[in-house]
């Protein structure tokens, strides 16, 4: 056996020590409460950047919400919840929550959702007389065991957990009611009436990814009408492991191609987030004839941190910010040329 061990030691070739606590590893070692050591992982995890994106011009104001949250170590849910919140109180946003355009017969009705990086998720559609459906959302997820909450059973819930209802329409909303009213004609422009939404996604410090919606709909809709926003996998998906997406535009070619959920898996297959929102829309664009007649635009954030968006007409802003950059950017589009509007 010594001699055996000799030829080896001359060779120069080590081995594993065996003994009762198993095999050791020639990794640096650290002990155990027991006694014992293990091999330290001397690898450290990459530092995650936080990333926010939002939808449109007035998300830019809702991203620097967001982003007070994540600077400060804070969780992407609570951020998202955060951010959306900025258009949602703001009447001069005539889209969104309080102000927003009413439907065909003069009522504000909101539809908003949200989702955690554990898959949570909550949702409210049809929802009236409440400022900010967001929150309502959040507590459908953390409070009940329910995914979503419709119409006066939603309001109810959100009395009960202590909002306020309260009148959403505003003079200047109700102004522009009346005036469509002598008409009625129902004819929504690109990038201007079928915008309807914020779409938050985010990346916190923890890398884990979370996102939002909300909107108060089309305007002059038919009354009961609900549109994407609300709908988990249509406008918003979350799945840690991969990435986020949100959709803004027309709610019902979204819902058609379950947008959101298409992207994730899209990037599941190894799609960048760039990529992804192209073939997104491009997956619309081959389901509709009329597409050259509507829009819809997309965002898309992977675990990495890196970002994609895409629309199908001219026109789809959104908002990026990291530690590195906080800027509103335009995304690239499908039709490159000049289109009617209506």
Known sequence: MSNRRSFIKKLGITFPVISFLGISSFAEEIPLKNGRKKAENKVENPVVKPVVLSTWDFGFAANQKAWETLESAGRAIDAVERGVQVPESDPNVMSVGYGGMPDRDGFVTLDSAIMDETGNCGSVAFIQGIKNPIK???LVMDKTPHVMLVGKGAQDFAV??????EDLLTKKSKEAWEKWKTKANYSPKINVDNHDTIGMIALDKNGDLSGACTTSGLAWKLHGRVGDSPIIGAALFVDNEIGAATATGKGEAVIKTVGAHLIVELMRQ????????????????????????FQVGYLALNKKGETGAYSIQKGFTYNEFNPDKKEKMTAEYHFKTEIRTY
């Open 136 to 138: 309502v959302a959040r």
């Open 160 to 165: 009960s957990e202590g909002f306020k209802t």
């Open 270 to 293: 190894g799609n960048s987030p760039q990529k992804a929102c192209e073939l997104a829309v491009k997956r619309i664009i081959d389901k509709n004839a009329d597409a050259k007649n």
